[in-house]
């Protein structure tokens, strides 16, 4: 109560309630139980408040005495109590400075001398205050006394020894002590005697002690009777530790050991308690400063002998000498000082006090104590102790015996541990003293993991919330005793594979993130914190460069052992190292691959972690330098990937989780890695490389893919493979790598892209697609179905809510539609058993309908729904669902294997020096694959019917005709045919042989030829878009469709029974369809060879574009399209020799600049040169008759690079020869009419909507033809500028034609008269003839194209013409720009000496295209006929032409003020226009066999085929003319037309000649 205060009231009324109400409180202080302490506090503040009102005079002395006199008997102690308060009141009175205080204080206390005793005041109060108080006489004296008596009991020695010590007492005493302690002698009664002797012989008690600890010494193992002798005797414990601490002084002398008895003494004593650590330790030497600097001390060494081993010295011998001086020195002076703290540690571990160890240690640097072999295996073996009971229970391995360890006698030694929950108490604590010293107690080490292991299983069982808590906490305490304690000391044990082992055994318990983090801890900051594990790494790393620098294929064997020595202590020092030089040596993979197969199972985790770090370094570039191609170290880690987690039982999960997240932080590089991965542990290989046996056998089933389907021969993957699935399903990563590489090739481009070169991007484009490919396949392959079906969403849902782009969407649902197909088709089998073919095949169209029918609903979703105006749902389902194994049997493929297999037995067979079981194993395994393969190949036949049915089935419903067959094709090139064939080599096979199918299947509304054209006419944006990979497919691609282009162009048998009759090769477009399909419908063989020729050319045209842009991709994807394309393309010499001269050209140009273009450029030139046998004349290519006249030497034929035409049938070429007067006059006499009667006639077969006719009389198609010519002129006069002298000159030339022509009409009158109808019936076709020839011949290049474009123009018409004219008026012709006019002039000039072609003549010829006849055919007329229809044909002409052209004259006045504001935009639109003929055009040949509309009169055989001729030509001259006239936006009369028509007669007419001169010119030239 240290705030008691007596109450004022109690003093002003002391006599009468204050004294009792005093004596009642001490009462009631005295009287309160268990407060000892307190109470006599308590009563010391009452006693001295009440003694401070006597002091300053509130109360009379007297009163106060007589109380304090009465409460004496309240306790025992009460006078000592009163006495401690006087002497307070002694101290603050003594140094007050008012003198009554202090004779109120002097008064109180000699009122007091009766009950207080004087000894006690004479001990407590000042010598002053006694000498007052009359108790001594003189204060001075008193203090001389004082001091007297201290220095006699405290600093004077008694001499027992001189006088009164007897030797015969410590004989005694020793005897005493010594004598057998083994009956009923206790240490009692030895203290007895040990006290009679010190009384009886004069003993010294501190030297009895000092012999009690000597005789203790020697019989240490006397523990409890000597600690309880000390206790009984010892009075002072700092005596005890004096005469300890003076034993320690005398060892400490240079050469003197400490004894370990002394030791165990001091460790005893501290144990019990009986002295005090920190009084001993002061004792100890030596001190803590230099302990801490000796640490220091051997870390620095061992960092400077770890800098020495890693560096490169030269040796001499003198510095080999002076090391060999130091070494011996150091051997000397090895013997390390004796440290006695670290041998009393020793002491206290050996018997358990670990309070005190811990303490001890506590005061050295962490692992100081430990790294002292004698205290680690102290302190192990206390370890031992603790865990034994828990290790008995739990820890021992079924039929392990052990050793029985005894506890310690000791009762204050740790207890034991029961349970994981008490090792939290002690036993983790004292292991991570131990850290990586544990190391010197094996046995310990398999104890804790065994202990880990059990306790990881109780963890992974136990679910209960409450349990899961502390368990968690457990866990986290094993992963800390891993990293700090079990790696560490792994480091250090030298090989022990075992302890690899079984640590493998509770690491493998733990998820592989704690696992990596332990790994990372260990290699990147447990070497650097001890000095044992610095020089240990040195070490590792120097042993390691030994084995490397002589690694070799030879020695694997070897090295291999070595190696997996050091890698069951050091795993992560030696990995580094190793992957390090992988990186800079790739040809080290497959020594270093193999010589790994001496590791241990944690080993092979610490592997995939070190390469995992390795491939996440941050400080290494993922580029080479160039910025284009990705580093060589990266695929050199990804190459050792793939070889060793396929060799090796390695876990993948920590790889795979690394590439998810790689790809989710948006970078694609690492998918390098998987790529290698899946490569090597599933055998399934990425490449466009493939041969097309190999492409063939892809085609097929499992087996066969798996024989003939890859480069390397892949054999034993089903473990690796399935491990990869395990790891896939296991961690659930099988989808989300899916989606995320199929989101990444996007974003590879539009993401990871950014400023990276194109290049790169591409490549980096490939290896996701390519990886993406490669792992589907995986997955389709190797998981179940219910796998599958169960982790892969509906297409829908791919493609809507992950944005999964469409292709890959339908890739990775491909094979569940296979597996739902199969199994719905197995159910229904089971269900109605039945074993007709026919059944079965309905059973299957059943399935199919079941499994599909949902997904043609989710496909709606993908697209806007005007796709499905031309497309139905269930064809795009089709297409996409299908494979090629769906379509056809490879049965060439599965020959050749089985095949080699025989010729395989046969070898074994032959075979001498194989023993007998080894060639009937052999055998059997060659047996046993061959019945495989002819067993799948038959499944695979049975399979490919069925589909083929369900086709034919479905068929019908595949395309509607809502919109034009070109909308159709159109979409169907978009969505179906550029996306797959680019996706995979076999899906490029797939995309042209489902085009064929189509087209075999006679499907309604699919157009083949204009399929076929599209895909053809317009590669230039395809390729240009492509990446490197996607060439090749497009390549695979074009040539599968050349393929068959080829075969039907070969042979007039093939193409008459696979084309002929079939919808796909109908001339005529309708909207509504196939309907009927007349004879005449058909395209015959030899205008199929025109159009063949055609494709021939646009592809040569695209390719030179391609190869003159100077753009890298360009280039580049143009040569791998052509190196793919070359057994089918180029067929035609003139062609060939275009694209040589042209590749001839790169070859050049990029040997310096760019290596990786040259390189292909050679090759396919190589490749170019060896196929030119193979090539023949265009004539040979397809049916071209020889020229009248002689043709011009080949050397002028050029490509179609060259700026003349394409070979227009009336021989259009430069407007320039207009001074050859007379035979150019004789010439267009000779030629010009018939055609253009052809070209006319021909206009009459297509109306607008298909079936309408034009006037079929006479005289309509002879004014027409005359006012077509007419009209032709004029337009080229007003279209043609006069701002140059090629300008100018084509004016005069206009005149002149003008001229011309009139002169050649009355001629022709005049001829008519006289000319029987015949021999003009027979001239007409000869003069034709002869005319095309020459054309062809003096142009050098392809004739036909222009003509299958027209026809596709006049099918454009036909079709706008459903939906605008019912009448079948034509719109006329925009006029030709003037740029193209006067830049072909000037072009041919300048290409007539160089005859390769070139860029910008090749655009400008597309878009100039001439429209040319084709009234080529039906040449067998009879002349007599055909001279007299054209004598009639001319007459009517005539006339109606001279009342025409006044009329005539005034109209092309006006058009021509109007059209002159169109030349600008007709020119800046002819690129434009010129790409979408090129798409859009089909050959004009298609119509050349149509029908005839019905004639008024009847005609003779002779004027039905003049008239069919005619119509032909005709038809392609109007078919052109809606497209010209769109494109331009200008609508034209009837009557302008009719004029266009005669001035492209005189056109061609005069064509002839002044292409002549020109050439004879150039001659000259």
């Not at 109180?108 to 004479?122: D, H, S, T």
């Not at 000796?294 to 490169?312: F, G, T, W, Y």
């Amino acid at each position: 109560m240290a705030t008691l205060t007596l109450p004022g009231e109690w003093i002003k009324n002391w006599e009468k309630s204050g004294k009792h109400e005093f004596v009642q409180l001490c009462k009631d202080l005295t009287e309160k139980p268990d407060r000892g302490s307190e109470i006599r506090a308590d009563v010391q503040t009452a006693l001295y408040q009440l003694c401070c009102q006597v002091v300053q005079g509130n109360l009379k002395m007297e009163l106060v005495a007589s109380v304090l006199g009465e409460m004496m008997e309240l306790r025992d102690d009460m006078p000592s109590i009163l006495a401690d308060v006087f002497s307070i009141l002694d101290i603050e009175t003594s140094s007050l400075e008012e003198k009554n205080k202090r004779d109120h204080y002097t008064h109180l206390v000699g009122a007091c001398l009766c009950f207080v005793p004087e000894a006690i005041l004479k001990e407590r109060l000042d010598p002053e205050t006694l000498e007052s108080l009359g108790l001594i006489k003189q204060a001075h004296q008193f203090n001389q006394k004082i001091v007297k008596i201290k220095t006699k009991l405290f600093y004077k020695q008694q001499k027992f020894n001189l006088l009164r010590e007897e030797n015969e007492g410590y004989a005694k005493l020793i005897t005493e002590l010594g004598q057998d302690l083994s009956g009923n002698i206790t240490s009692h009664l030895v203290l007895e005697s040990i006290k009679s002797l010190i009384g009886c012989f004069n003993l010294d008690p501190n030297r009895v002690l000092d012999i009690i600890l000597e005789v203790y010494e020697s019989r240490s193992d006397q523990d409890e009777f000597f600690l309880s002798l000390i206790k009984s005797y010892m009075c002072e414990p700092l005596t005890l530790c004096h005469i300890l601490g003076f034993k320690f002084k005398f060892y400490q002398e240079p050469n003197e050991e400490t004894p370990k008895s002394l030791y165990h003494i001091a460790a005893a004593l501290l144990h019990h308690n009986l002295i005090e650590l920190e009084d001993l330790y002061v004792h100890l030497m030596p001190p803590d400063a230099s302990i801490v600097e000796e640490h220091k001390r051997d870390i620095s060494e061992a960092k400077q002998i770890a800098r020495k081993l890693v560096m490169v010295t030269l040796p001499s011998e003198k510095s080999e000498d002076k090391e060999k001086e130091k070494e011996k020195e150091e051997e000397k002076n090895d013997k390390p000082p004796d440290n006695q703290k670290l041998g009393l540690l020793e002491a206290l571990l050996r018997i358990g006090d670990w309070h005190h160890s811990q303490s001890i240690m506590d005061q050295m640097p962490s692992f100081y104590a430990t790294s002292h072999k004698a205290i680690a295996l102290a302190l192990c073996q206390l370890v031992h102790l603790t865990v034994e009971p828990l290790y008995r229970r739990a820890g021992v391995p079924k039929g392990a015996k052990g050793c029985v360890l005894h506890p310690l006698r000791y009762k204050r030694a740790p207890r034991p541990a029961e349970s994981f929950e008490d090792l939290r108490r002690d036993t983790f604590s004292m292991l991570c003293y131990l850290g990586p010293h544990l190391s010197h107690d094996p046995i310990l080490f398999a104890k804790i993991v065994r202990l880990g292991k059990a306790f990881m299983k109780e963890y992974q069982s136990d679910g209960k919330p409450d349990v899961k808590d502390k368990l968690e906490i457990l866990l986290s305490c094993f992963l800390s005793i891993a990293d700090q304690v079990l790696l560490p000391s792994l480091s250090l044990m030298e090989c022990n594979a075992c302890m690899s082992e079984e640590m493998w055994g509770l690491f493998k318990l733990f998820p592989y993130r704690h696992r990596y983090r332990l790994y990372g801890q260990w290699k990147n900051e447990t070497y650097s914190g001890h000095p044992l594990l610095v020089k240990v790494k040195a070490q590792t790393v120097e042993r390691a460069k030994y084995i490397m620098k002589r690694l070799t294929k030879e020695n694997v064997k070897q090295s291999g052992r070595q190696i997996g020595k050091l890698s069951h202590s050091n795993p992560t020092i030696l990995f580094d190292y190793m992957l390090s030089q992988i990186q800079w040596y790739d040809n080290l993979i497959v020594p270093v691959v193999d010589s790994l197969k001496y590791l241990t199972s944690l080993n092979y985790d610490v592997l995939a972690y070190c390469i995992i770090e390795a491939l996440a370094n941050p400080e290494k570039e993922k580029m080479k330098h160039d910025d284009t191609t990705i580093s060589s170290w990266l695929q050199s880690l990804a190459s050792l990937c793939g070889a060793v987690f396929r060799k090796y039982p390695i876990e993948l999960a920590g790889l795979l989780q690394y590439v998810t997240n790689q790809l989710k932080a948006g970078k694609s590089f690492d998918l390098l890695i998987l790529k290698e991965v899946v490569q090597k542990m599933a055998g399934i290989e990425i490449t466009d490389e493939m041969t097309s046996e190999q492409l063939e056998a892809m085609t097929g089933g499992e087996q066969l893919k798996a024989e003939g389907g890859y480069f390397g021969q892949i054999r034993n993957t089903k473990k690796s493979s399935q491990r990869l699935k395990d790891a896939l399903l296991d961690h659930e990563l099988a989808l989300p790598l899916c989606l995320l590489m199929a989101q990444q090739r996007n974003g590879v481009v539009f993401l990871e892209g950014g400023e990276k070169h194109l290049k790169l991007v591409g490549h980096l484009y490939d290896q996701c697609h390519d990886t993406l490919v490669q792992f589907g396949g995986f997955l389709a392959s190797n998981l179940s179905t219910e796998d599958y079906i169960k982790r892969v969403p509906s297409i829908d849902i791919l493609c809507n809510q992950f944005h999964t782009p469409h292709d890959a969407a339908f890739f990775l649902s491909r094979p569940m539609y296979a597996h739902q197909i199969l199994s719905k088709y197995d159910e229904l089998k089971k269900a109605e058993k039945g074993n007709r073919q026919q059944q079965k095949v309905h059973k299957y169209v059943s399935a199919c309908e079941q499994v599909m029918t949902p997904v043609h609903e989710a496909v709606v979703s993908l697209h806007p729904a005007r796709v499905w105006d031309d497309l139905r749902p269930q064809f795009y389902a089709t297409f996409w669902s299908l494979t090629m194994y769906d379509l056809a049997v490879p049965h060439v493929a599965y020959d050749r294997e089985v095949n080699k297999l025989k010729v395989q037995i046969k070898a074994i067979e032959e075979n001498p020096e194989i023993p007998l079981n080894k060639k009937k194993k052999e055998k059997e395994r060659c047996t046993a694959l061959q019945e495989k393969l002819q067993e799948e190949e038959k499944k695979q036949l049975e399979h490919v019917q069925r589909v083929l049915h369900r086709l034919r089935l479905e068929k019908d419903n595949w395309l509607l005709a809502k919109s034009t067959k070109n909308e159709t094709i159109t979409k169907f090139l978009q969505l179906c045919l550029f996306p797959r064939c680019i996706f995979s080599s076999i899906d490029a096979v797939y995309c042209a042989r489902f085009v064929e199918l189509v087209h075999q299947q006679k499907t309604p509304n699919f157009c083949t030829l204009l399929c076929y054209d599209r895909v053809f006419s317009a590669i230039i944006y395809t390729v240009a878009s492509c990446t490197e990979n996607e060439s090749h497919r497009y390549g695979r691609f074009l040539c599968c469709m050349l393929e068959t282009v080829t075969r039907w162009h070969s042979d007039r048998a093939v193409y008459e029974k696979e084309c002929v009759n079939y919808p796909g090769f109908l001339t005529i477009f309708r909207a509504t369809g196939f309907d009927g399909g007349n004879k005449v419908d058909q395209l015959d063989y030899e205008n199929f060879r025109h159009v063949v020729h055609k494709w021939h050319y646009m592809l040569t045209k695209a390719s030179v574009h391609c190869l003159e842009t100077g753009d890298y991709t360009h280039i580049r994807n143009i040569l791998i399209v052509l190196t793919k394309i070359l057994p089918c393309y180029p067929k035609v010499l003139n062609l060939g020799q275009a694209l040589e001269c042209r590749v001839h050209k790169i070859c050049l140009e990029e040997k310096d600049k760019r290596p990786d273009l040259y390189a292909l450029a050679m090759g396919y030139s190589g490749r170019l040169k060896s196929q030119k046998v193979h090539m023949v004349p265009e004539n040979e290519f397809h049916h071209k008759d020889q020229p009248a006249r002689s043709a011009t030497p080949a050397s002028q034929q050029n490509g179609p690079g060259s700026t003349s035409k394409p070979a227009t049938s009336t021989g259009k070429t430069e407007e320039g020869a207009s001074e050859d007067g007379d035979r150019g006059k004789d010439k267009s006499q000779g030629t010009t009419k018939p055609v253009n009667k052809a070209n006319s006639a021909a206009a009459k077969v297509t109306t607008s909507n298909g079936n309408g006719a034009l006037n079929s009389t006479k005289a309509v198609k002879e004014r027409d033809d005359k006012e077509k010519s007419g009209k032709e002129k004029k337009e080229k006069k007003e279209k043609t500028p006069g701002s140059t002298p090629e300008t100018k000159a084509e004016n005069r030339r206009e005149k002149q034609r003008d001229e011309r022509a009139g002169k050649e009409e009355r001629v022709a009158r005049e001829g008519k008269e006289k000319t029987p109808k015949a021999d003009r019936e027979k001239l007409k076709p000869e003069e034709k003839g002869g005319k095309d020839d020459k054309a062809k011949a003096g142009n050098g290049e392809p004739m036909e194209p222009s003509r299958e474009r027209d026809a596709v123009k006049e099918s454009k018409s036909k079709e706008k013409g459903d939906r605008s004219a019912a009448t079948g008026s034509l719109k006329s012709p925009v006029p030709r720009s003037e740029s193209a006019e006067s830049e072909r002039d000037h072009k041919r000039r300048k290409l007539d000496s160089h005859p390769s072609p070139s860029h910008s003549s090749s655009v400008k010829d597309n878009s100039n295209e001439p429209k040319e006849s084709t009234s080529k055919h039906h040449i067998n007329f009879n002349s007599v006929a055909r001279s007299k229809s054209r004598e009639r044909e001319m007459e009517k002409k005539d006339a109606e032409n001279t009342q025409g052209r006044s009329k005539e004259k005034k109209e092309e006045k006006e058009r021509k003020e109007r059209k002159r504001d169109h030349i600008i935009n007709d020119h800046e639109s002819s690129q434009e226009s010129k790409r979408r003929k090129d798409e859009n055009g089909t050959n004009s040949s298609k119509n050349s066999k149509s029908t005839s509309p019905s004639c008024d009169s009847p005609l003779s055989a002779e004027k039905e085929k003049s008239k069919r001729s005619k119509s032909s030509s005709k038809e392609k001259a109007d078919s052109v003319k809606p497209e010209r006239t769109s494109s331009g936006g200008k609508k034209e009369s009837r009557h302008d037309k009719e004029k266009s028509e005669k001035k492209e007669k005189r056109d061609s007419s005069g064509g002839k000649e002044e292409k002549k001169h020109h050439k004879s010119s150039d001659k000259h030239r």
